[in-house]
């Protein structure tokens, strides 16, 4: 089992107890994801420390105001770690006021480029931002591997897929609210399927209604609840399901 998208420096608990709750149920893999510098090197130091653990390195889009050479640069720099294999997360987010659009464009071809340079795989955020999320992947991204983080554009699937993005879901596709999104889950081929939990943000509805309060945090161990919700979805066993994207991530990422 793995969890291809987390946040570790934003969990409350430390690292070890992260990582130990993750094993103790089988996730044997995770990509904690940095969204500016100073968690750009949490993350590089949490893959240091934990053979379980590996790197993302990127500018999240409400993280790119005033983005320029020099924040690349520092991108740069941080990519060349042995320990990280993408980069991003990087995007369009439009919901939020956190950068201007010029800024998060500039700093999204910037990490479009970057993947190309590297030969990593391009890990993207997009909210309230599909149409142009998509297109400035078409116009810049040809040939660069790319993972459609927390995937929320269930109409645009096909599309995604028919340009080769691999397609990641997190807790929030367990929602009753969400059924254009489990509906896109169940329709997406095997190779091209992951799972992540983007802890501590969307815990699944297992965890939500734990003790009825509604908000556990999310944390790498819960995404098994993702996992055997996407399993009874496409009428697969959990077992067989966790190896699927246990391939697909090392294939994607390169993690051994």
């Known amino acids: ?37 100073a968690s750009c090197r949490a993350a590089l130091a949490a893959a240091e420390d934990f053979p379980q653990v590996y790197a993302a390195i990127g500018r999240h889009p409400n993280a790119a105001k005033g983005f320029d050479e020099a924040d690349l640069a520092e991108l740069r720099a941080l990519a060349a770690h042995e320990r990280c294999l993408a980069i991003g997360e990087t995007g369009l987010d439009f919901y939020r006021e956190g950068a201007p ?11 479009i480029e970057l993947a190309r340079e590297t030969c990593k795989p391009l890990v993207i955020h997009s909210r309230a931002a599909d149409e142009d999320t998509l297109a400035q992947l078409a116009a810049e991204a040809e040939g ?17 897929l028919e340009r080769g993005y ?3 879901f997190a807790g ?12 896109a889950a169940a329709a997406v081929p095997e190779e091209r ?16 209604t734990l003790k009825g309060t509604g908000k556990s945090r999310n944390q790498p161990a819960f995404v098994v609840h ?31």
Not at 193 to 208: F, G, M
Not at 232 to 256: I, M, P
């Open 101 to 111: 659009r010029a800024d998060q464009e500039r700093a999204f071809a910037a990490q």
């Open 144 to 160: 660069v591997s790319v993972v459609m983080h927390c995937f929320s554009m269930p109409e645009r699937l096909q599309e995604c």
């Open 226 to 256: 993702t996992l055997a919700f996407l399993a009874e979805l496409r009428g697969v066993s959990a077992s067989e399901l966790g190896a699927t994207v246990e391939r697909n991530a090392a294939r994607v990422f390169g993690w051994a």
């Open 172 to 183: 929030n596709v367990t929602y009753k609210s969400a059924a254009d999104l489990a509906e």
């Open 1 to 37: 089992m793995i969890d291809s998208h987390t946040h570790l420096d934003l969990c409350r608990a430390p690292n070890a107890e992260l990582v130990a709750a993750a094993d103790a149920v089988g996730v044997t893999r995770m990509l904690t994801v940095g969204v500016d510098g």
């Open 166 to 168: 691999a397609i990641s």
């Open 193 to 208: 399927l992951l799972v992540e939990t983007d802890a501590p943000y969307l815990s699944p509805q297992a965890v939500r």
